[in-house]
């Protein structure tokens, strides 16, 4: 069972904590974590959700994403994530951290209330031997970092949908690659 800290509208711990699917039945604030992969090729890992998923089923979306749990720490939990999800380890410096977002996702009846910590993360995965979280994904793939804002731009129907994430992501990117 995962448990999960409720925060208030402005990311702060309340002191309550619940299951994750309390969390969500109720709408309450709470913390998650994305991570955006990143090779030396400049091309970013996209994932296929599982088809199962409660939220956007069967689509290409972030590299790595998942709750912070009770206790945790935003960086425990994107590595905690990445071990699970791809089996991968990574260290300190390979982590950037980019920003942190409020998202309102439609849920059921009402709307989820999330705050996402956002990061970006230098790792050359190799996709054909990835051992998979299948409950999570089913497929990794690599793209070029501009392909994918034309993806996004373009609202493929096979990706989640463009979100301020997005956008900050590839302004980032944009000026992190002008010179180079």
């Not at 409720?6 to 604030?29: A, F, H, P, R, S």
């Not at 956002?118 to 990835?130: A, M």
């Not at 793209?143 to 302004?171: A, C, G, M, W």
Request: hydrophobic share 30%.
């Amino acid at each position: 069972m995962e448990y999960i800290d409720v925060l208030d509208k402005n990311g702060k711990k309340t002191g309550v904590v619940k299951t994750k699917q309390e969390v969500y039945e109720n709408g309450d604030y709470h913390r998650s974590v994305h991570v955006w992969i990143i090779n030396d090729n400049k091309e970013i890992l996209v994932q296929k959700r599982h088809p199962k998923k409660e939220t956007y089923p069967n689509l290409w979306a972030i590299s790595v994403a998942g709750h912070v749990r009770s206790g945790e720490i935003s960086i425990d939990a994107l590595k905690r994530e990445l071990k699970e999800e791809l089996g991968q380890v990574v260290t300190d410096d390979k982590i950037e951290y980019l920003c942190t977002l409020r998202r309102y996702q439609p849920y059921k009846d009402h709307m989820l209330h999330v705050i996402d910590d956002v990061y970006l993360v230098n790792l050359n995965i190799d996709v054909e031997n990835t051992k998979l979280q299948f409950s999570e994904l089913t497929d990794i793939k690599y793209v070029y970092y501009e392909y994918l804002d034309q993806i996004y731009k373009n609202k493929d129907p096979e990706y989640v949908p463009s979100t301020l994430e997005h956008e900050k992501l590839f302004d980032y990117l944009y000026q992190k690659f002008a010179n180079k």
